[in-house]
């Protein structure tokens, strides 16, 4: 559920029309709702009640500081995957005894910095980090806890690009070896083993490789115990998927998650920790847009946005699907047509549905995207020296402009010029 709905004939955020909003703004924009993210983030609380949790926002989904800092006010703890990311959630105020540091390739320099600003825990994800740790560790004079990212090999049955927890990702310490590897971190100084991470994928629709994936951990616990390691967290990844088209996904529901948590892992009295971006802050945004024109070509009518691919690259990167729906309701007797809804950008890639029904537009008319909250806005670039669009906030009947669209002057002069030109 959110709170984009038709109210007299007009979509409206929250209780404001998205059109007001559109006027004052201008198009392309993302448009949050808090009352949307504050839900969802409250529904994933509430799924994991009667056990000790922490919530690890997954601050890559989404990270502008407002929403970091609406998160923040509700106790979330954030799991961040680069120092930007880190900076971004203890400026946010995140304490940084809630912030959890993840990432299969982490630098020394990042390393550093983090651990001299603080941290919850590490998730390693190979030997040489382990060792590259330690060492930093016994420089710093200080100890740090670490859980070790394992592989499982679950296929998380998403798309191959959000996949995770096959053997052949990239991804954490393959479980055969796992064993090994907390012996051999044990041996090393500075560092304290206190629980086990694992993140199989993201935009999971079925809860099969979770439970899979999670009974595969609580035989691990066990046989860590056995082995003398201290296990007292369990990080269990992010990835429950979220509704991109309300005609026919069904998710999941949070609530079906927790049980599943607490089924397969909830008699090891461990802390759980779950890192979701996607569940919390992808219903909770819109992307809106107008249209240009209306082609036809041989066989198609290209609805042609002022939104493009830079803006919002998920259908070009991962064939996704966002429902997209008109500013103004269509009435009940409304009759449908077929659009390619395309943006300017001079690729054919730059395609946001082929063969979509939707009523009648014309050019000027404002459509809105979907599902536009996670990993749209923080995946954008200025690919055809496009600005970065801006991100809007709204609360009842409040909105606020989270970060504005760059002049031209600002984007062209970041550019800097060598002493021969
Ligand atoms: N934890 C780790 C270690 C992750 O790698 C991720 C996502 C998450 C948590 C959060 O997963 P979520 O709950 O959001 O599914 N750009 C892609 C998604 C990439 C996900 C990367 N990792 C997309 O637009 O679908």
Redesign the pocket.
């Known amino acids: 559920m959110d709170h984009f709905i038709y109210k007299d004939g007009e979509l409206c955020a929250e209780s404001i029309t998205v059109r007001d909003i559109a006027r004052e703004v201008g198009t392309p924009f993302y448009l949050y709702s808090t009352a949307t993210l504050l839900r969802h983030y409250r529904l994933m609380d509430e799924a994991l009640a009667g056990t000790r949790h922490l919530i690890c926002y ?1 601050v ?2 989404a990270s502008n500081q407002a929403i970091l800092m609406t998160l923040a006010a509700e106790g979330a703890g954030m ?1 961040v995957v680069s120092v930007g990311e880190y900076l971004r959630a203890v400026t946010a105020g995140v304490s940084p005894q809630k912030i959890v540091f ?1 990432g299969v390739g982490k630098m020394i320099e990042e390393m550093r910095l983090v651990l001299s600003g603080g941290i919850r825990q590490f998730n390693v994800e190979s030997e040489s980090e382990l060792d590259d740790l330690s060492a930093l560790a016994v420089d710093m004079k200080t100890v740090v806890p670490i859980s070790i990212r394992v592989n499982p090999d679950v296929d998380a049955l998403t798309h191959a690009k ?1 996949s ?1 927890g096959k053997s052949e990702n990239k991804f954490g310490v393959p479980i055969s070896r796992v064993r090994q590897v907390y012996a051999y971190a044990a041996t090393l100084p500075s560092l304290k083993v206190v629980g086990i991470d694992v ?1 199989i994928g ?2 999971l629709t079925n809860l099969e490789p979770f439970a899979l994936a999670y009974r595969k951990i609580a035989e691990l616990v066990k046989a860590l115990r056995e082995d003398g390691h201290d296990i007292s967290r369990l990080d269990l ?4 998927g979220i509704p991109y088209s309300r005609s026919n996904e069904v998710p999941p529901l949070p609530m079906e998650y927790g049980a599943l948590i607490k089924r397969e892992v909830g008699h090891l009295g461990c802390e759980i920790e779950i ?5 919390i802050v992808g219903n909770a945004a819109l992307l809106v847009s107008r249209v240009i024109s209306i082609k036809s070509g041989e066989s198609r009518q290209f609805l042609i946005l002022d939104a493009a691919m830079n803006d919002l690259v ?1 259908p070009a990167m ?1 064939d ?1 699907w966002h429902d997209i729906i008109s500013v103004v309701e269509p009435s009940a007797d409304s009759q449908e047509t077929v659009y390619d809804v395309v943006g300017p950008v001079c690729e054919t890639g730059d395609t946001f549905a082929r063969h979509r029904w939707l009523p009648y537009l014309k050019p000027d008319d404002l459509v809105a995207f979907r599902g536009a909250g ?2 749209g806005a923080v ?1 954008a670039s200025e690919y055809n020296s496009r600005r970065l669009i801006p991100e809007v906030l709204v609360k009842d009947d409040q909105f606020a402009v989270i970060r504005p669209r760059p002049t031209y002057d600002e984007m062209i002069n970041r550019d800097t010029l060598p002493s021969w030109l």
């Not at 990844?237 to 429950?240: E, S, T, Y």
């Open positions: 997954s890559k989904a799991d993840s959000i995770t993140h993201s935009q990844g992010g990835g429950l890192e979701p971006g996607r569940v998920r991962y996704s996670a990993y995946m």
